[in-house]
């Protein structure tokens, strides 16, 4: 007999095809808000703190393109160390995919680590 699995359905958007939050919403705010307060800033602050995010987005993207297929030791919280080989990262950056993930525990062939849990990282040249 199989056996029945739960479906986890998410929240809709504010808009009618389910695309984007509200603005105001405090989830767009926890994960947008700008450094720089939108009222309060001129056009040229606003233009050099894009400028700056979209130079260190290009930096970290190509360092995560760099580190495909090579050992990478994340450090965790609670003083956790695991090693892996690196294979992809989300569009969102909340997920990295790796292989052959050497854990306290054991080995897994293939997973997913939250990069909420990583602290930092290191990657063997």
Do not use: W, Y
Request: aromatic share 6%; glycine share 4%.
């Amino acid at each position: 007999m199989a056996t029945p699995v739960s479906v986890l359905r998410l929240p809709k958007g504010p808009d009618p095809n389910s695309r984007g939050f509200d603005p105001k919403s405090a989830r767009f705010i926890a994960l947008c808000r700008p450094s720089i307060a939108t009222s309060a800033a001129s056009g040229a602050e606003l233009q050099r703190e894009q400028h700056a995010r979209s130079v260190l987005r290009e930096t970290f993207l190509r360092c995560l393109l760099s580190m495909n297929n090579k050992k990478v030791r994340f450090h965790m919280h609670g003083k956790v160390k695991v090693e892996a080989t690196f294979g992809a990262s989300d569009i969102d950056v909340l997920n990295f995919q790796v292989s052959d993930l050497h854990t306290p525990i054991g080995v897994q062939k293939e997973a997913l680590i939250r990069s909420q849990d990583v602290i930092s990282f290191t990657v063997d040249e």
